[in-house]
């Protein structure tokens, strides 16, 4: 089983940049696909990111696109979210979440292990 520890959120003015990281511990990340998710206030959970085991396809939603880049190094057992051009409606809490098999990336119930979460609060 692995444990995943997100870090990196903080508050940030609107345009700013962040990166959250995503470290792995008890198994290695490299047989796992991974995401990124996240949750506003009494909003539901949103995809955010993901990306496959070997970093080779990612995907994102409409509203982050060409904004938020995600990768990994599996050698340092980390997955990471850059976020560029911050907007007050990225404000949430953002989790990492990883899965065996990824057949729906955008889906939260396909993934397996999820983290606690890090707080991103955009100020505008």
């Known amino acids: 089983q692995v444990q995943l520890v997100e870090s990196g959120g903080g508050l940030v003015q609107a345009g700013g940049s962040l990166r959250l990281s995503c470290a792995a511990s008890?198994?290695?990340?490299?047989?796992?696909?991974m995401g990124w998710f996240r949750q506003a206030p009494g909003k539901e959970r949103e995809f955010v990111a993901a990306i496959t085991r070997n970093g080779l396809t990612t995907y994102y939603p409409d509203s982050v696109k060409g904004r938020f880049t995600i990768s990994r190094d599996n050698a340092k057992n980390t997955m990471y979210l850059q976020m560029n051009s911050l907007k007050s409606e990225d404000t949430a809490v953002y989790y990492c979440?990883?899965?065996?098999?990824?057949?729906?990336?955008?889906?939260?119930?396909?993934?397996?292990?999820w983290g606690q979460g890090t707080q991103v609060t955009v100020s505008s």
């Open positions: 008890g198994r290695t990340l490299s047989p796992y696909a």
């Open positions: 979440a990883a899965t065996t098999f990824l057949t729906r990336p955008t889906i939260g119930n396909e993934y397996d292990y």
